[in-house]
């Protein structure tokens, strides 16, 4: 089995960070205060806005999907500085960091669909989404026309953006299986020798599907959307994996260039390094945008402050995740099964091919021309 290269050096640095009663200040330690300091007023910031909802807990089915993308400015911060601090373990923490962002996206789904259920009687999704007429599906495939007031959409909509919260985490697990084996290797690309490519290749399948189908129903519903500032809400959390994402390729193009190794530091452990120390910083700045975006204020409680337990337990209580991704598979199944089966009854009702006429009938000699002039010359002649 080929192995990966190691990413870090086998010398360690040995010295403490206090010397003699004084902080030893070199760059690493530096850095390891900035993420840590950032990390803290990040989850300061974000408790505030959590607090609030929690206290104000009016509309549980909305709420309990807010809260859970408030987590992601924290839980990105904290992991960012774990991976700073050990950063010889970083990549179990980048894959741990990086499921939490299906979850973050699969809550905004859950979120909007709240949202367009309030514009319609009932409280039901399906009968705001029966108001749209039939219309082409969004670029690249506007070839194709659909009804969204077809039973099939919403389920289609649903299914398409959860699965990459399954996805994304069975990634995440076969990927730290993968580097407990030294077999996953992202430093080496697009390399087929190395589990990373083929993980990789799969994962971006699928939050593509996810993200299509997102703005996709985001297109269609957004005049029921409009006063609930969804696009700032999105943008929120879309920042923050753009951020990540393209920034640990920025520093990844500068491994060898920009950055060099050093006694005890690869330029891969720099590099990840300064990745996990940007996002310990930008997440102060997301906390404080979300606090604004996801504002507690509409849902004030008129009758005092609502207990923080339940939503804190509704928030990371997953199975309504589970739920709808098990509700859309079934609609699919028994689809399939119906349309098989109604297959099965049309071609049971073709009537077979009829028997032509008479076909068991003897057929009886037509006499020839020939013996019909003897016998009529022969027969006897009647007296006249």
Known sequence: MVQCPSANTEDV??????????????????????????????ILIS?????????????????????????????????????????REYTYYSLVVAAYEAIALGAFLMLIIEYVAGTAHGHDPEKAIERKGKRPVPFPFCFWRYRPSKAYFLYTIKWTVLQYIFVRIAGSIAGIICQAFNVLCESEGFNFHFASVYIESILFASISIALYSLLWFYGLMKDELATKRPFAKFLCIKLIVML?????????????????????????????????????????????LMLWAYRAAEYKSTT???????????????????????????????AYRKRKADKSKSKSKIPPVSRVDNVDKPIRPTPSAEFLRISSNDGPTLPS
């Open 304 to 334: 005092g402050p609502t207990s923080i337990w339940r939503p804190l337990w509704d928030s990371i209580n997953f199975s309504d995740f589970i739920r709808e991704t098990v509700a859309a598979t079934r609609y699919y199944l028994e």
């Open 13 to 42: 640095d040995q010295t403490q960070f206090f010397v003699d009663g004084s902080i030893n200040w070199d760059a690493h330690r530096i850095g390891w205060a900035v993420a840590g300091g950032c990390t803290v007023l990040t």
């Open 244 to 288: 990540t994402f393209y920034q640990t390729y920025l520093f990844d193009a500068l491994e060898g260039r920009v950055i060099h190794a050093t006694e005890f530091w690869t330029a891969t452990n720099i590099a990840d390094g300064l990745n996990a120390l940007a996002t310990c910083i930008e997440m102060v700045l997301f906390s404080g």
């Open 47 to 87: 408790s505030i806005s959590i607090f609030q909802h929690c206290r104000n807990y009016t509309k549980p089915n909305e709420q309990r999907q807010i809260l859970r993308i408030l987590y992601m400015p924290p839980f990105f911060a904290i992991i960012s500085f774990l991976s700073y601090r050990f950063f």
